[in-house]
């Protein structure tokens, strides 16, 4: 009974929320871009003061990752949000072409019905918010499980910061109660415009029924590949340290590595130096047992998401190296039944060896395209050419090189836009491979002047 009361209570919160930001939104309607600008900046600054707080509750929390990673990873993405965000332009008209008698509006989706994920909730709560008031949007949250505190808390810091520069209540809400009902209630609603679901692929399903254009940011393996002519000491580093942030829970970070032949032993090396154990076949044995990598159960404990590399060690029954990062499966081939190919989110690389640049191009293909479904690639190359066929030939939604993977996947070492909710079209999922900013939470009007004669 304690369970169908907490049921009906999540939905009954889900339908109040979304009735108020149904309102909200007539409103928010009416507001122009300085003003939103002025809101969004107002939401950031209130979640920068209490950053250390909400990272810390995250991970004591959820169990999942490092709070220290998790508040770098905040600020970063904040710094950059707000250098990126300051003077886009999402609503009202765009784009003016008096010459062709066009013009393009932003407008905004409405109410977005956000799902918030239990791996750093703090930055993607974040993120998510600042898009879609940016964009003129009312959003709704419902929590993880796991994260129910954080989510609400997160929200909260948001919310006072949006209402002093002026935004109206019920734009910016979330759930405090945590049910797949309530989730699912929020989806179904009538009210709701657009789905943004970060990383609940349990949800995807009821999502895609819903008839609403979906956003998704999944966090699935991908591989890099260190061509020959790579500086190889950068690559083995940014590889480590990407890999290893927040205890492998990164979005866009390395889960596999492909390595040139002629350089394959420097590449260990280096890769040894700064962190990585490589298992024998037995630790191998004895990992995949711990984490529920097997035949019967490829899906994997969820348990040992974001622990640190000795930890996973220690629990699976083999001793690591003071300072191991990484713990790194070497592997000839991918056999039919592959225990690494789904999303590992823990400190875990498969090493792979290649001939060449083709047939590791090869390879990444068919990483890409199996039942991994990566939509990160990552190359690392100073070979203009080599590195032109990567970015040509690859079913990926981006493309990252000579940068650290989770880094660039954000937006905080490239141009791309800062985020930890990255497109999934390329894994099938979703509507969008980029990553998901306020110009996807708008669609755009046209308004044509009629400039060509018509003769019957």
């Known amino acids: 009974m304690k369970f169908m009361d907490k049921d009906l209570k999540a939905v009954q919160e889900v339908r109040v929320l979304m009735e108020e930001a149904a309102e ?15 809101i969004t900046e107002s939401m950031l600054d209130a979640a920068e003061q209490k950053l250390k707080l909400l990272t810390e509750e995250a991970v004591l929390e959820t169990g999942y990752g490092d709070p220290e990673d998790q508040l770098y990873q905040a600020k970063i993405l904040i710094k950059r949000l707000k250098e990126t965000l300051g003077n886009m332009k999402c609503v009202g008209i765009l784009e003016s072409e008096p010459d062709s008698g066009m013009l393009e509006i932003g407008v905004p989706m409405g109410v977005i019905a956000a799902i918030a994920p239990a791996v750093s909730p703090v930055s ?27 989510t609400v808390q997160t929200v909260r810091v948001l919310e006072e910061g949006a209402m002093e520069a002026g935004l109206i209540s019920g734009a910016l809400s979330c759930a405090e109660t945590a049910a797949k009902e309530g989730a699912l209630e929020m989806i179904a609603r009538p009210e709701t415009a657009m789905i943004l679901n970060m990383g609940e692929p349990k949800l995807l399903e009821a999502c895609n029924a819903s008839g609403c254009p979906v956003l998704y940011g999944g966090i699935t393996p991908g591989p890099a590949f260190i061509e020959k002519t790579a500086d190889i000491a950068k690559a083995a580093a940014d590889i480590i340290a990407s890999r290893s942030f927040n205890c492998g829970t990164g979005a866009g970070s390395e889960q596999y590595v492909v390595a040139d032949r002629q350089i394959a032993l420097k590449v260990k090396e280096e ?63 991918i056999t039919d039944f592959n225990p690494y190919a789904k999303g590992l989110m823990c ?5 792979y060896i290649e001939e060449d640049w083709i047939h590791a191009c090869e390879k990444c293909i068919e990483l890409l395209v199996g039942e991994s479904q990566g939509n990160t690639l990552t190359i690392h190359s100073r070979d203009p050419e080599v590195i032109r066929q990567f970015v040509l030939k690859k079913p990926v939604g981006r493309v990252l090189i000579n940068t650290p993977a989770v880094w660039g996947a954000m937006g905080v070492t490239t141009n791309l836009f800062p985020t930890v909710v990255l497109g999934s079209v ?5 509507i969008t491979s980029e990553n998901v900013s306020p110009l996807h939470m708008i669609y755009k009007r046209k308004a044509a002047f009629g400039i060509h004669g018509f003769h019957p």
């Open 24 to 38: 909200a939104k007539k409103t928010l309607a009416l507001f122009e871009q300085n003003k939103l600008n002025r």
């Open 271 to 333: 890769l040894i130096h700064r962190g990585a154990y490589f298992m024998t076949e037995k630790e191998q044995e004895q990992l995949t047992a711990l984490l529920g990598l097997t035949a019967l159960n490829g899906n994997g404990d969820r348990e040992y998401i974001g622990k640190t590399a000795s930890w996973l060690a220690a629990k699976a029954g083999f001793s690591v190296p003071e300072g191991t990062k990484i713990l790194v499966s070497e592997q000839s081939y």
């Open 124 to 150: 993607a709560v974040i993120c998510a918010a600042a898009c879609a008031v940016k964009a003129g949007n009312a959003i709704v949250f419902t929590p993880h499980p796991r994260a129910v505190k954080t």
């Open 347 to 351: 400190p875990v690389l498969v090493f």
């Open 426 to 430: 390329t894994s099938k999922e979703g």
